[in-house]
């Protein structure tokens, strides 16, 4: 169940260029956090920041009650989180959002296809297919080689395919060249970045079963505000924050 | 310490309520906390349909505040009241339904269905949304039009009905005399304040509806100075609203001349601050020399006897 929580920074660490790692801790259990689900992350105290920042949680450790999360310093939110110290606390709701329905999948393989700050939730979606027996390969896009995060990572899990904008590491080109080069072989595609990316993702993979995890800029990040709808194909709207961010790639349209 | 207040159609336990638009149609925040610890609850914005609102990007964050541009999407009024409203009048806490409409014939309709849902036990008449093309704040800022859709609505509705003013005007009083005129119950005061945030990258406004509605406490000097200005104006029961985050503001709002008191964008930043200012109130009251809730009611005025001491 949704909840406030003060959780308390374990660890952080810069893991690629303007890229950090946070473990948090819990005082209580965080079995309950699926993968595709995010943090509501309130920013300082007081009134300077009344918007709390939707993040991803990318891992999850249920024995010592730890949630991992990464993210990029864009802005002001971003950049103060990424400034705190081991010891400080951060004020977040939790678990936000739906899951990617891995248990009610049958599948053997999956292609995760992840774009920047779109790959973290990949990692612990990644973990609990393996953990199921299921076969995963992994296509992650970034920028250029400074941004690349969590290559070996994911290689402890799967077959791992980088692409760069630049061609500085890995492939050249966006992911969705990479997936055409490679042609792997899967049942159900996670996919979760930038909407263009989601866009060429979802046409590429047209006649595939898959998901997609969209990011829109949040006021509540609990269905109460209409702030983060996307127009779905049944004439309706879904609200990111609380029937998404997870949606079956066929159910939203994206523009 | 006695929170009550007694309002038209509304007999409140505390004066804190959730302002229309920040807490859904509250069945989200149940998740967080008992709703019967509220004073009330106002509802979403409700149209004659579905609507669906504006384009993406709605919401912004400034200084001390925020713009939105919802653009009032909601199911539509008869899936709110088949669909959300009945889960919600399982707590014992009176529900305010917000009207909105882009014609006096909308209004009317949406407020005559609303009006007779036997769990709603007042309307708060939105003529004041700043993020629809049509309707919306034109009747707002328009005394003749805000006296007319007044009017109209009043004969439609069974229950209260407490004009939502905006506060994009000149002169607040004028629009109040008109709607009060009209024979409203209550005022809500205010509504959000049009304002625009550019992207310094993109060179472009970031809402994409470019212009939203300014909330947070950086709106609040703005809403006490309006209440202030209309209760000095005329005896009418205002739900005062606009950046409260706090028991002391809460107070501000009393001094002014709110007869009780509505959050709207602090719910984001804290799901609990409603319960929190609750809890808080009493103390707060009994710090500045009050012995109940009513007996703050109106105090900022000068003509009201003040309970100074100098002891
Ligand atoms: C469901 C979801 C999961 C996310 N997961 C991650 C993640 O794991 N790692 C990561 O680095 N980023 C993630 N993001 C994006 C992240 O929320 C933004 O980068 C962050 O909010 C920017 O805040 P800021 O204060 O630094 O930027 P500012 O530009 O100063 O923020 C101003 C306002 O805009 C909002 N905003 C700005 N950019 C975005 C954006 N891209 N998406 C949503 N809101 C935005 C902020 O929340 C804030 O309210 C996720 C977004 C969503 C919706
Ligand atoms: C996201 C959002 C949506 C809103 N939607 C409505 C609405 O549907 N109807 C309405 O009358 N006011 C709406 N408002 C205005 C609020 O009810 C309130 O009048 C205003 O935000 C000032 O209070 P605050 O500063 O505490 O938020 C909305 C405000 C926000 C921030
Ligand atoms: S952010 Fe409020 S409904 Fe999604």
Do not use: W
């Not at chain 1, 992911?175 to 899967?186: K, L, M, W």
């Not at chain 2, 505040?65 to 899936?79: D, F, H, K, S, Y």
């Not at chain 2, 000095?232 to 709110?258: K, N, Q, R, S, Y």
Request: glycine share 10%; with cysteine.
């Amino acid at each position: 169940m949704i909840r406030k929580d003060m959780l308390s920074i374990k660890k952080l660490e810069t893991i690629a260029k303007d890229t950090f790692l946070i473990v948090l801790a819990s005082n209580i259990s965080v079995d309950d956090v699926a993968p595709g689900q995010f943090i509501h992350i309130r920013i300082g105290q007081g009134n300077a920041h009344l918007l709390r920042r939707p993040i991803s949680i990318a891992d999850v450790d249920q024995a010592n009650q730890l949630l991992t999360i990464i993210f990029k310093s864009v802005g002001e939110g971003t950049t103060q989180l990424s400034k705190q110290k081991v010891g400080d606390q951060v004020d977040a709701l939790l678990p936000c959002g739906t899951a990617y329905p891995i248990a009610g999948l049958t599948m053997h393989s999956a292609l995760l296809i992840g774009g920047g700050i779109g790959v973290p939730p990949l990692y612990y979606l990644a973990k609990q297919l393996v953990a199921k027996g299921i076969k995963v390969t992994a296509i992650l896009g970034f920028q250029n080689k400074e941004h690349v995060f969590y290559e070996q990572e994911f290689q402890a899990l799967g077959d791992v395919y980088i692409a760069t904008n630049d061609g500085s590491y890995g492939y050249q080109g966006f992911v969705t060249d990479v997936y055409q080069q490679v042609q792997p072989d899967f049942d159900c595609y996670f996919s979760c970045g930038p909407t263009a990316m989601l866009k060429s993702v979802t046409s590429t993979l047209e006649d595939k079963q898959g998901y997609i995890s969209l990011e829109e800029r949040m006021g509540c990040g609990v269905g109460a505000c209409f702030a983060c709808v996307v127009p779905s194909h049944d004439g309706g709207y879904r609200k990111i924050c609380q029937q998404g961010p997870v949606f079956p790639a066929k159910e939203v349209a994206l523009s | 310490m006695n929170l009550s207040v007694s309002l038209p159609g509304l007999s409140l336990k505390n004066p804190v309520m959730p302002a229309s638009g920040c807490f859904g149609f509250g069945m989200e925040y149940s998740k967080f906390y008992d709703l019967e610890q509220l004073g009330a609850i106002i509802i979403k914005a409700a149209t004659e349909e579905m609507r669906y609102g504006n384009a993406t990007p709605r919401v912004a964050e400034t200084t001390v505040g925020m713009l939105n541009a919802i653009g009032l999407q909601n199911p539509g009024v008869l899936n709110i009241i088949e669909k959300e409203v009945p889960p919600l009048a399982a707590y014992n806490t009176p529900i305010i339904a917000n009207v909105a409409g882009s014609t006096i014939e909308e209004y009317e309709l949406v407020a005559e269905k609303l009006g007779n849902t036997e769990q709603i036990a007042a309307l708060e008449l939105n003529i004041s949304c700043p993020n629809v093309k049509e309707g919306g704040v034109q009747f707002g800022t328009d005394p003749d039009l805000a006296y007319e859709v007044t009017k109209r609505v009043k004969a439609q509705s069974s229950v209260p009905v407490y004009v939502k003013l905006s506060p994009n005007v000149t002169d607040i009083v004028t629009i109040a005399k008109a709607v009060a005129a009209a024979g409203a119950d209550g005022l809500s005061m205010i509504n959000t304040l049009t304002g625009m945030q550019i992207n310094l990258q993109s060179r472009r406004p970031i809402l994409a509806n470019q212009v939203g509605g300014l909330s947070g406490p950086t709106i609040k000097p703005i809403a006490i100075r309006m209440i202030y200005q209309v209760r000095e104006a005329l005896d009418i029961p205002i739900i005062g609203m606009g950046g409260i985050t706090c028991a002391e503001d809460v107070l501000e709002f009393l001094l002014a001349g709110a007869n009780a008191v509505a959050v709207g964008t602090a719910n984001f930043t804290n799901p609990f601050i409603c319960p929190e200012i609750i809890t808080a109130l009493p103390d707060t009251l009994a710090k500045y020399g009050f012995n109940s809730l009513q007996d703050a009611i109106g105090k900022g005025h000068a003509h009201e006897t003040t309970n100074l001491s100098r002891a």
